[in-house]
């Protein structure tokens, strides 16, 4: 589960001059301000109408990603970079406006895997029409709409010719967020598998990414878990993987080049390396306890040692002097421990690379 800050877009639709939905936006973004802040969220309000949409005017499919023309590549920027939506609309002839339908049909692969939620406004029907008809095109781009909506009458919610939306209007609204966060932060890890810079892991379905910063609680726990074994197989707890605060974590994944192992969400191994001069340090290697013993360590090793890129003259490690486990892996993987003394209880190994 991510605990980075989400990125939500609010998309107001209708693009024609004096268009009610730039109130409808405005009125949405001051109400769902003060929750946004408090649920990890940044709003970012876009109108259709300022991004320059001609009607779709790609040579390639949008599912291809490639993207020839700049306002398509900026329109791409801006939806890749979102975690989720929220489609001010109103109904246009019982349905979504063209501007809407064509904005999502300019993309792809941007959309899958966030969540949408409809603010919708109109007659009769509140603009609920237009939100079906939305709905029905969305999941076919993998966004996925939520249940809870707002939809504004605009009889009720006009007075003395102003945009005035009800308490119930922004209770609903709030009720939206909230779900559309807890929904963007749920379907994060299908956001991350398959995106540029993640790899395929050594379990089916396991992917690698570099870890930052934001995945500082995450390491904590995983440090905090994984080196209790080592704290007991060598009876000390001066050990700082198991000591460190999230900030410290935070401090060094800027430093290092962390990879993270992943499946469905869940942080199931990493390994750090830092090249200091001619030689490559690796450390922090780790696999959650349910899956040791199934060679996810010794993968993730190696993956240290090929991916820093070459170079290097030297390979060194280090961990508990009577951590047997670690030593037989890393012995079995060619380190071999340096000359001691141990007084601190740490023995470090090395490995020489032999230049291809
Ligand atoms: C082309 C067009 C079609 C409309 N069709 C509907 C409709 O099907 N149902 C409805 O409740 N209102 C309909 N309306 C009225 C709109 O709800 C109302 O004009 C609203 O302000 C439109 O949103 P906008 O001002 O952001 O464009 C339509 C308005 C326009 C301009």
């Known amino acids: 589960m991510t605990t980075k800050r989400l990125r939500i877009v609010l998309f107001v639709c209708s693009t024609r001059p004096g268009a009610l939905g730039s109130a409808v936006g405005a009125w949405l973004a001051d109400t769902l301000a003060p929750g946004a802040e408090a649920l990890g969220a ?24 490639v993207h020839h023309h700049e306002h398509t590549r900026r329109w791409s920027r801006i939806v890749d970079g979102a975690d ?32 949408a939620g409809f603010v919708s ?20 781009l993998r966004l996925v709409p939520l249940g809870a909506t707002v939809a504004i009458r605009i009889a009720d919610a006009l007075r003395d010719d102003r945009l005035a939306p009800s308490v119930r209007h922004a209770d ?34 396991s992917y690698t990414r570099r870890l ?16 209790t074994d080592e704290a007991l197989a060598n ?46 340090h690796i450390g922090r290697l780790a696999v959650v306890p349910d899956l040791r013993g199934l060679g996810v360590g010794r993968w993730l090793l190696r993956r240290a040692e090929t ?14 002097a009577a951590s047997h486990r670690n030593l037989a892996l890393y012995r079995r ?14 023995v470090s190994l090395a490995k020489d690379v032999v230049p291809a």
């Open 235 to 280: 009876d000390t707890l001066a050990i700082p993987a198991l000591r460190e605060s999230p900030d410290e974590v935070r401090q060094w994944l800027t430093s290092w080049h962390t990879t993270g192992l992943r499946r469905d969400g869940r942080l199931l191994g990493m390994v750090r390396t830092r090249r200091v001069g001619a030689d490559l």
């Open 84 to 115: 989720g939506f929220v489609f001010v609309t109103p109904e246009y002839n019982y349905g979504m406006p063209a501007t809407l339908k064509n904005a999502l049909d300019f993309l792809g692969p941007e959309w899958a895997w966030k969540p």
């Open 212 to 227: 930052h910063p934001d995945d500082a609680p995450e390491v904590t726990v995983l440090q905090r878990c994984c080196w």
């Open 42 to 65: 940044d709003l970012v309000p876009v109108a259709l109408g300022d991004l320059g949409l001609p009607f779709l005017d790609e040579e390639a499919e949008p599912s291809s990603g």
């Open 121 to 140: 406004y109109g007659h009769t029907s509140a603009g609920t029409r237009a939100v079906q008809h939305a709905k029905q095109v969305v999941t076919t």
């Open 333 to 346: 993987q060619g380190y071999v421990p340096l000359p001691g003394p141990h007084d601190d209880g740490v």
């Open 307 to 320: 991916a820093a890129g070459g170079g290097h003259r030297r390979v060194l490690l280090s961990t508990g």
């Open 172 to 205: 609903a609204a709030e009720g939206m967020l909230a779900e559309l966060v807890r929904l963007a932060r749920a379907l994060a890890p299908m956001r991350e598998r398959g995106h540029p810079g993640t790899g395929a892991g050594p379990l089916p379905g």
